[in-house]
């Protein structure tokens, strides 16, 4: 092939890889952004792999008004039984913000469950509720108010915080829309929760004020409207919490299901009814442009195959490996789950799951659209196993006590356990200082030695007299007896 031929076919190749190239891009959807809202922060995420469908000032602090109550029914089902008892202090009732309201009259000294409190909580928001929950909870709402921002830290919340159970007007008081459905997610994640949230009326027992108890049905719109034709109506809608004050303006969180696909949208500062419609929009977007693919079920690059999987400084067949059954990847439709790229993260934090050995994390068009933990069978039976083992004394399985007349519980004194091991271990040291004392003087006699005779020597060529001549006039001196080591 002469040089123009070369040069042909390099710019034909050149070409061809364009094209190609061009294609692949084509072939690949981007990621759909056509929508907006007009409340002035919104988000919808994938429940199942937490990726961000839509945002809109999405890392801004917002007042989060009354779905606050999310994070504060999460933190009391975490913490409490739901037969206790809670009881109404007049704080509890008297002690909120004013024109808050007091839904269903109640009263100093009523008594529910920390169940019915809870349905009060999510289906009515009663102020009250979560007034009397806190204090139930941590004794005091300010001891419950730690509570809920330890929580949001455990769920990697770091742009809001919160100062009250209610989500009254409090200017320390804030949420982003990331942080919210991250919160929301947490939320409904618990099964207890997401039964009380997703109720459609329920009773209370009596109180002071209804001797014959009280039965209210849920406020959020978008979970009660069955008429298709309203513009209220949003299939699959089956949870969340509606929030309004001065200061927040209307808030709304929805949980909604079709197919197999879940998603969650948060609206801060919209108005009324415009809220319900921003939300539903942000629902409708995610369920008409996205898909949700199982990890487990689609990736198998480090699964299959014969050849060994290197992790870290590790090897593992592949055969030793799974991925997290949960984990999940959500890219636009048309898309192919093989169109995420991915990367094997190593460094984990220290509360990754037992036998967990990296994290499959996958991106599209530079966004985060999913993970699944990678497992190794053998780290997880060592884990289980370590897990099932219980902590022994070093010298008896016997539980060390701390009370010497109640063996097993605490710290228990035992003197030959104690005593003996170290009388050993003095007594070992002893031997080894004396031999090495012995080692010591021994090395110092031979030094000793080499010196008196390196002196000798040199006297000897001083006087001028050979070796045999000083051995003659030694034995002449001490007769036939042999000269002892040392002697000089």
């Known amino acids: 092939m002469n040089r123009k031929s070369k040069r042909i076919f390099s710019w034909l190749l050149a070409a061809s890889l364009s094209v190609l190239w061009s294609f692949n891009a084509f072939a690949r959807p981007a990621w759909p952004a056509d929508t907006g809202i007009l409340a002035e922060a919104g988000i ?39 037969s206790d008892t809670v009881t109404f202090s007049q704080d509890a009732v008297y002690n909120v913000e004013s024109g808050s309201g007091n839904k269903y009259n109640l009263e100093t000294g009523d008594q529910l469950s920390v169940e019915d409190c809870l349905y009060l909580l999510l289906l009515q928001s009663s102020n009250q509720a979560g007034n009397a929950l806190a204090e139930h909870v941590a004794g ?13 830290a455990q769920l990697g919340c770091k742009e809001s915080n919160f100062a009250n159970p209610s989500g009254l007007n409090d200017e320390n008081q804030y949420v982003s829309a990331y942080d919210m459905a ?103 977007f995610g369920f008409a442009n996205f898909q949700t693919m199982n990890i487990a079920q ?69 966004r985060q659209v999913g993970s699944a933990w990678l497992f190794s069978r053998e780290a997880v039976a060592a884990a289980e196993s370590a897990a099932q083992t219980p902590p022994k004394d070093s010298a008896s399985e016997t539980p060390v006590s701390a009370d010497p007349q109640e063996p097993g519980k605490g710290f228990n004194f035992d003197f030959a356990k104690v005593f003996l091991p170290a009388a ?52 002449q001196r001490f007769g036939d007896r042999p000269q002892k080591r040392g002697e000089r």
């Open 44 to 82: 919808v995420i994938d429940y199942d792999s937490e990726t961000v469908i839509f945002g809109q000032k999405i890392h801004l602090p917002y007042a989060p008004a009354s779905i606050t109550k999310l994070l504060t029914a999460l933190v009391v089902i975490e913490n409490a039984d739901l």
């Open 140 to 152: 005091s709402r300010a001891g419950f108010v730690d509570m809920m921002n330890q929580r949001i």
């Open 182 to 284: 991250r919160i929301a997610r947490a939320a409904f994640s618990n099964p207890k929760l997401m039964e009380i949230d997703s109720a459609k009326k329920y009773t209370i027992g009596p109180t002071i004020n209804n001797p014959n108890g009280a039965t209210f049905p849920m406020e959020h719109k978008l979970l009660m409207t069955e008429d298709t034709s309203s513009d209220l109506y949003c299939k699959g809608a089956s949870a969340g919490k509606t929030g309004y004050t001065s200061l927040a303006g209307n808030t709304l969180v929805t949980y909604a299901s079709r197919d197999g696909q879940n998603l969650i949208a948060v609206v801060l500062k919209g108005t009324q009814p415009q809220y319900y419609i921003d939300s539903k929009a942000l629902l409708e």
């Open 298 to 366: 689609n990736e198998t690059a480090y699964t299959s195959g014969e050849n060994p999987i290197t992790v870290g400084e590790n090897n593992y067949s592949p055969s030793d490996l799974y991925l997290d059954e949960s984990g999940a990847v959500t890219v636009p439709k048309g898309a192919e789950f093989s169109d995420a790229d991915k990367e094997l993260v190593t460094a984990l934090p220290e509360d990754h799951p037992m036998g967990a050995i990296a994290k499959v994390q996958y991106t599209y068009d530079e």
């Open 424 to 475: 050993i271990l003095l007594a070992m040291f002893e031997v080894a200082s004396l031999a090495a004392y012995v080692i010591r003087e021994k090395k110092r006699e031979r030094e000793d030695l080499a010196r008196r005779r390196e002196r000798r020597r040199q006297r000897l060529m001083e006087s001028g007299l050979s070796e045999d001549e000083f051995e003659r006039l030694r034995q």
